[in-house]
């Protein structure tokens, strides 16, 4: 059965590095996710990408990140200087389509600021 | 403002009981409805979603939920709960015109012998 996958399931970095996190979707998929969940906190959406651009966006998602489809396969989140409080697991999620209304998600990276 | 509120933290039942873990939202129309498991790390799996029509849903493993609009209520249930079913349960809600899904808390559930 076709799945999410992410990469990496750990990563580490240290205050200020940028990051990329990967994701590829469910093939044909055509609706992209990033949720972040902080330890101990709710699953917050952060961000949804249709037709190579941001359909939506939370108030969370500012400057700092930012998205890309870049080949076609990969979806990727990319944090520009990292702050101690984006330490969270970080998920990825497709969907098949408008109205479809099921996002599947990927197993999460678990991002760790020191 | 919309939220969705799960007020059980954590729940312990015994292998072969019922469950009932429970979901209220707030939002101006009906939601669409959803409960999501995650199991040790793994990704979030949807066990099963409410849209219109029938108020009780049946999804996998033996769940079923009840839509209760009197009460902005979504409740999850499984009358005989294996030690599998170990995990944490979200309750989840997405309006029919925006992408993002808004979560709850989460409820975890150990399951004993």
């Known amino acids: 059965e076709p799945e999410v996958t992410q990469t990496p399931s750990h990563q580490v970095t240290q205050m200020g590095q940028e990051v990329i996190l990967r994701c590829v979707p469910i093939?044909?998929?055509?609706?992209f996710y990033w949720y972040r969940q902080i330890l101990g906190q709710k699953v917050e959406f952060l961000v949804s990408?249709?037709?190579?651009?941001?359909?939506?966006k939370s108030e969370i998602f500012d400057d700092q990140f930012s998205v890309e489809r870049p080949d076609g396969s990969n979806f990727t989140l990319k944090i520009r200087s990292t702050k101690l409080e984006d330490s969270a697991m970080y998920f990825c999620?497709?969907?098949?389509?408008?109205?479809?209304?099921?996002?599947?998600f990927g197993p999460g990276t678990r991002l760790t600021v020191l | 403002a919309q939220s969705v509120t799960q007020p059980d933290i954590h729940i312990t039942v015994s292998e072969g009981a019922s469950l009932e873990l429970r979901c209220n939202y707030s939002?101006?129309?009906?939601?669409?409805l959803f409960w999501y498991v995650q199991s040790p790390g793994q990704g979030l799996q949807l066990l099963l979603k409410?849209?219109?029509?029938?108020?009780l849903v049946q999804g996998i493993k033996g769940f079923e939920a009840e839509f209760k609009r009197s009460q902005s209520s979504f409740n999850l249930r499984k009358p005989s709960v294996h030690w599998s079913d170990a995990a944490e349960y979200f309750c989840?809600?997405?309006?029919?015109?925006?992408?993002?899904?808004?979560f709850g808390t989460g409820t975890r559930l150990q399951v004993f012998p």
């Open positions: 999620a497709s969907e098949p389509g408008q109205g479809y209304n099921e996002q599947f």
């Open positions: 093939s044909n998929h055509l609706y």
């Open positions: 990408f249709y037709n190579n651009e941001i359909s939506e």
């Open positions: 939002y101006g129309a009906t939601p669409y």
């Open positions: 409410y849209f219109s029509g029938d108020t």
């Open positions: 989840a809600v997405r309006h029919y015109n925006t992408d993002k899904l808004i």
